[in-house]
């Protein structure tokens, strides 16, 4: 059983950045592929960026690339988002995943969320 808690959000003006937190509980964070996703009012959770466990590749879509760099820490049993040049459409409840299965982007665990809410 892995809990995750996610830190770092909050308002920020468009073109500011971010960073979320994600700490894990768990003695087996450093084996598992991890993730953020958000979802927006009215619409559905989406994938945003995930990290495989030994932190060699990533993954986003087209929507983030460029903008986010998701990254993690295993002695620290954490995942990071670095988000920058965020636009209005950021806005989200961001959650971060826990064992994630790339090939379908669907995780295992989830944390609470933690809102972003970008102003124009």
């Known amino acids: 059983q892995v809990q995750l808690v996610e830190s770092g959000g909050g308002l920020v003006q468009a073109g500011g950045s971010l960073r979320l937190s994600c700490a894990a509980s768990?003695?087996?964070?450093?084996?598992?592929?991890m993730g953020w996703f958000r979802q927006a009012p009215g619409k559905e959770r989406e994938f945003v960026a995930a990290?495989?466990?030994?932190?060699?590749?990533?993954y986003y879509p087209d929507s983030v690339k460029g903008r986010f760099t998701i990254s993690r820490d295993n002695a620290k049993n954490t995942v990071y988002l670095q988000m920058n040049s965020l636009k209005p459409e950021d806005t989200a409840v961001y959650y971060c995943?826990?064992?994630?299965?790339?090939?379908?982007?669907?995780?295992?665990?989830w944390g609470q969320g933690t809102q972003v809410t970008v102003s124009s």
């Open positions: 995943a826990g064992d994630v299965t790339i090939q379908i982007m669907t995780p295992h665990y």
């Open positions: 768990g003695r087996t964070f450093s084996r598992y592929n």
């Open positions: 990290i495989i466990w030994t932190g060699g590749r990533t």
